[in-house]
């Protein structure tokens, strides 16, 4: 019984539904029926500590998608800063830069230079085919202070100058 207990009361710490720990648990009242020898009961005290686990893995995993989703909105609405940095964005979401670094590559399947670069260069395609702008204004607008640096990367990720790929858009 003070398994049983111990571990809805792991499940409460970690903000885990009440239906949730009930359903992976089963009722307090049935405890009875698992521990009439000393086999049922070590299996029934597995099981329930087994289904814990894999409680705490799924409200880890709740846990980390809202971070992420956190640190993307914050990527979003700043990535036009040359500020903008691996640091800033951990220390949006209260996680010390190198845990981030490495949830953030596990969770998005790219490291943050190369989200951050995909999310700069999604918008300069954008601005390059919606507006007149200069290349270098673009570049800047995007978040880099050097245009030669703009365009170097814009080719080195979408295969073709920004110019190129202007043309070729309205071509």
Known sequence: MDTFISVQSLGDSLNIEKEDIERELGDVREVSQYVQELGATRKYLENIVRRMIRLREQASGRRYSEIIEKA????????????????????????????????????????????????????????????????????????????????????????????????????
């Not at 670094?101 to 918008?123: D, H, I, N, P, W």
Request: glycine fraction near 8%.
């Open 72 to 171: 993307r909105d914050y990527i979003g609405q700043n990535y036009m800063s040359e500020n903008i940095s691996l640091n800033l964005v951990a220390a949006s979401v209260n996680i010390s830069p190198s845990y981030f670094s490495s949830l953030f590559s596990q969770e998005v399947g790219s490291t943050f230079v190369e989200y951050l670069t995909g999310v700069r260069m999604e918008k300069a395609k954008e601005l390059l085919m919606c507006s007149d702008k200069r290349t270098s204004d673009i570049g800047y607008e995007v978040g880099y202070k050097d245009s030669h640096y703009f365009s170097y990367i814009f080719k080195k990720t979408q295969g073709c100058s920004p110019k190129e790929f202007r043309s070729r858009g309205r071509g």
